[in-house]
């Protein structure tokens, strides 16, 4: 590390160029919300933008807005190539663009983790991990029989003298509430960092990816060849340090008696009385197999791509208007492969909703729709349910969508966003808890409304003594 060294990172990495930046505190705090306080691997267009357009209008309400750009305008900044923040890709199942950390933006969090002050620094658990992690090195580097037969036989009378010593004195040794909670201080480290280096191993498939698109676009490149590259880069990915890592984790990961283990090992660690309880409101361990599930999962469809654009390349019909499409095709993604590095100045186009092409024919022929009367009169047969709720159930009043619909917009016209207790404030709602599931499917069915994971206690009139837990939807006319 000298001068020149550290001069080119300051320049070129994404990390001390965004901490260096005058608007680091409100990138880094968007994407904390929108990622680590909840450990999302990824997130929607919508829902990120959401995010940040609350965090600019409070800004601007309190005269501290860093600039006049628009959440929009941002969200295309931090995607840059320039900035490199966030990564933004469309994935497969869904009609609406992602967003994920990149690599050097976990490392920024990681840092950042790190200054905050402890209140347990496992100095004692890391250095003894370090002497284990030491120890397993030379024993499993080392092919000698009588050197690994001598050192299990030390460890077989070391575990025995710690039987004898429990038998004879009838109680076993603890840690002490400073060992528990510096070793489960480290466990939060461990386990972030590991959801952090995610980004870098799906970025070494992604480029492997990229890669073979490139081979395949180049003029003359002839199929055995892109095969043979295709082959090679499969075996490449999984003969890298970072694949036989990755792969040796996703077995174990797949492993169902290790992962039940491991969950229980999670639960047993959380009922610790002596566990801090900052440590036990950090629910990272728990989610952490699913997190990582999740996060392997976007790996694997990395290399999955690799085997489909193999398949696609075996499959190609040697029609005479095949290849001339095709000549098209990649004549299109040569000149998209050589200008992928270059900044967009200009959007040619921008729809607010996805375009849907259907032929005339195929529309089916009209028919009526169906009523249905349930009548004033009902008949239970003996041993049915309870008469009441039934007529309870024929005097509920139908839903008015357009009146809600409505009080949405009447809200919207002085306020950028409202919340759905904010709405239910200011319009009551006429049939109970029916009426605000209706603002539920209109939040997840129009417009740019979130509907988030937390939820809300609300009361409604005529429910006295009853609280009603309701997710939290918020109403946006952006």
């Not at 490149?221 to 990915?237: C, E, F, K, P, Y």
């Not at 208007?321 to 492969?337: D, M, P, S």
């Not at 200011?426 to 109970?432: E, F, I, L, S, V």
Request: glycine share 4%; proline share 5%.
């Amino acid at each position: 590390m000298n001068y020149t060294d550290l001069r080119l990172q300051f320049e070129r990495s994404p990390t001390l160029r965004l901490l260096r930046a005058e608007n680091a505190p409100l990138v880094l705090a968007v994407l904390f919300d929108a990622f680590k306080r909840e450990h999302r691997p990824t997130i929607s267009e919508s829902k990120l933008r959401f995010l940040l357009e609350a965090a600019l209008e409070e800004l601007r309400d309190l005269g501290q807005s860093p600039t006049a750009k628009t959440a929009r305008e941002y969200l295309i900044e931090w995607a840059d190539m320039e900035h490199g923040y966030v990564r933004r890709f469309q994935p497969p199942d869904s009609e609406e663009p992602c967003y994920e950390l990149t690599p050097e933006i976990e490392r920024a969090f990681q840092w950042l983790e790190s200054l905050r002050p402890r209140p347990y620094v496992g100095t004692e658990s890391k250095f003894k991990n370090l002497v284990m992690t030491l120890e397993e090195i030379v024993e499993n580097s080392v092919g000698e029989p009588d050197l690994r037969v001598k050192r299990l036989r030390a460890e077989q009378q070391h575990i025995q003298e710690q039987i004898d010593q429990i038998e004879e004195s009838g109680a076993a040794p603890v840690y002490t509430a400073t060992q528990i909670n510096e070793r489960f201080a480290t466990l939060l480290d461990i386990a972030r960092q590991l959801l952090g280096d995610f980004r870098e191993v799906e970025r070494h498939f992604r480029k492997v990816t990229e890669d073979i698109g490139v081979r395949q676009s180049e003029s003359g490149a002839t199929r055995g060849g892109i095969v043979s590259q295709t082959l090679d880069a499969q075996d490449q990915l999984r003969g890298s340090s970072q694949g036989q890592s990755f792969y040796a984790f996703w077995e174990f990961l797949l492993d169902p008696e290790r992962r039940k283990e491991f969950g229980e090992l999670v639960e047993l660690a959380y009922q610790l009385p002596a566990l801090h309880e900052d440590f036990r409101a950090d629910s990272l361990l728990r989610s952490l197999q699913r997190h990582l599930r999740a996060e392997g999962i976007k790996v694997l469809e990395s290399n999955k791509r690799l085997v489909a654009q193999l398949r696609r390349i075996l499959d190609v019909r040697q029609s005479a208007e095949r290849r001339e499409v095709g000549r098209f095709v990649q004549e299109i993604k040569h000149l998209a492969h050589e200008t992928r590095r270059l900044q967009a100045h200009t959007e040619l186009l921008d729809i607010e909703s996805p375009i849907f092409l259907n032929s005339a024919m195929s529309k089916a022929p009209w028919s009526p729709p169906t009523l249905v009367n349930f009548g004033d009169d009902l008949h239970l047969d003996v041993g049915g349910d309870d008469p009441e709720i039934w007529k309870s159930f024929l005097r509920l009043q139908s839903i008015d969508f357009a009146r809600l619909r409505r009080n949405i917009q009447e809200c919207l016209q002085a306020r950028v966003q409202v919340s759905l207790s904010e709405l239910l404030l200011a319009y009551p709602p006429r049939n109970g808890i029916l009426e605000v599931l209706a603002y539920l499917v209109i939040a997840e069915t129009d417009g740019p409304h979130v509907v988030f994971d937390d939820f809300d206690l609300l009361d409604f009139p005529g429910t006295t003594g009853r609280t009603f837990r309701v997710p939290q939807v918020v109403f946006s006319n952006t």
